[in-house]
């Protein structure tokens, strides 16, 4: 079974059609999907700012990282979980549609921007966690983090402007 059957099967299952059909429960689940983009980003552009050395820097980076890394990892869970019941309204549209799939790569670029950088950088903040601006390498980090949090928000907002720059009816 190839993936469009599959989202086509699963888009006709009835809380699928449900779901997209429900006027409430479906703005309910993207208002809630914005607002914790908002949580997600806002606490991430944060620690992304630190990281850069543009922001914050009298306070060391982990603390930081401490002090909003829960709030960063709870929106990121419910901005997924979220997405996951907007993708379900509609399957088939989210996976023809091109700024998904930009916006689906770029979200998996940024957790393994974040995760190189918890497993290796982060390892070693002791030695810069003070210094007022990072070295290099954790400032590139937090650059790449700020341009893909700007890439999958634009894309996400461009999902709706599929068929103005492609001509689909």
Known sequence: MNLFRFFDWLGNTSWSVELHES??????????HVLTISVFVG????????LMGKTL????????????MPWTEAGFVVMV???????????VNRYE?????????????AAVNVWLFRRNVYRWV???????VPPRLVRIVGAVSLILLALIITAGRMMAYQDYWFGNS
Not at 43 to 50: C, F, G, K, S, Y
Not at 81 to 91: H, I, K, R
Not at 97 to 108: H, Y
């Open 43 to 50: 606490t991430a552009v944060m620690i992304d700012l630190r």
């Open 81 to 91: 979980v979220t997405g996951a019941l907007l993708f379900y309204a509609a399957p």
């Open 23 to 32: 006027r409430y429960v479906f703005l309910l689940v993207l208002m809630i």
């Open 97 to 109: 549609n091109v700024f998904f799939r930009f916006k689906m790569g770029a979200l998996v670029l």
């Open 57 to 68: 820097t009298s306070v060391p980076v982990s603390q930081v990282v401490t002090r909003l």
């Open 126 to 132: 002791g030695d810069w966690d003070s210094d007022p």
